[in-house]
């Protein structure tokens, strides 16, 4: 995500617990722009080796980040911090009423929580679609996918991703997800429920501050 890595460095101050860290390179945005502690979460054990693994190679930030192997509902830090930062997670989780509360006792009074965001509409069940291709080496990767129901905010996906070497498919894997995505208004009635107050923000991302 280019574009949210380019404006989010405006934006972090102070210590900070990512939400989702995957293979860490918001974590690097983070660490570039503050001084502050971080706290990494990310439960998969792959995205954490690789996360580790870059960490490793930036040697002075191993004393400021913590990288914690906990789902976005299951954090309790030791103290709370300034900012939150949730990029690429909000859509994969359901009870929403449980994280938001679950952040909030995670920062300090005034404490900022920032997540990307655009509202869209709900795509229309049908048959596959090339959403990327690109070749490496003698291989080309092609990454397909279909909407296959749409209940509310709840949508139900099915991707393809495959691989060709000369034109014939040598691999080719198949992933279902569901995702949640609530409209704005949806999000501003459950984030000010939660204690929190939008403010300005850049486009694509919302940043909330926490109650005093």
């Excluded at 860290?21 to 660490?31: N, Q, S, Y």
């Excluded at 409209?183 to 940043?207: C, H, I, K, M, Y």
Aim: charged letters at 30%; glycine letters at 8%.
């Amino acid at each position: 995500m280019p574009e949210i890595r380019e404006k989010l460095p405006a934006l972090v101050k102070g210590s900070v617990l990512e939400i989702g860290a995957g293979t860490g390179l918001i974590t690097e945005v983070i660490a570039d722009a503050t001084d502050g502690e971080i706290f990494a979460l990310e439960p998969s054990l792959g995205m954490r080796s690789v996360l580790l693994s870059r960490l490793a190679g930036r040697r002075e930030l191993l004393e400021r980040v913590t990288v914690l192997p906990y789902g976005a509902l299951d954090v309790e830090l030791d103290e709370p911090v300034d900012m939150i930062v949730m990029i690429a997670v909000l859509y994969s989780i359901e009870d929403r009423a449980s994280l938001w509360a679950t952040l909030a006792r995670q920062l300090v009074p005034g404490g900022r929580l920032v997540f990307n965001f655009r509202e869209r509409e709900a795509p229309t069940p049908g048959d596959d679609a090339e959403m990327a291709s690109y070749r490496v080496g003698r291989h080309t990767y092609e990454l397909w996918g279909r909407t296959l129901e749409v209940e509310g905010e709840r949508i139900s996906a099915r991707f393809r991703y495959v691989i060709r070497h000369g034109g014939e498919v040598i691999s080719e894997d198949v992933v279902d997800s569901v995702t949640h995505r609530p409209s704005l208004a949806t999000l501003v009635a459950e984030l000010t429920e939660a204690g929190f107050t939008r403010e300005d923000a850049p486009e694509g991302l919302l940043v909330w501050g926490l109650e005093k």
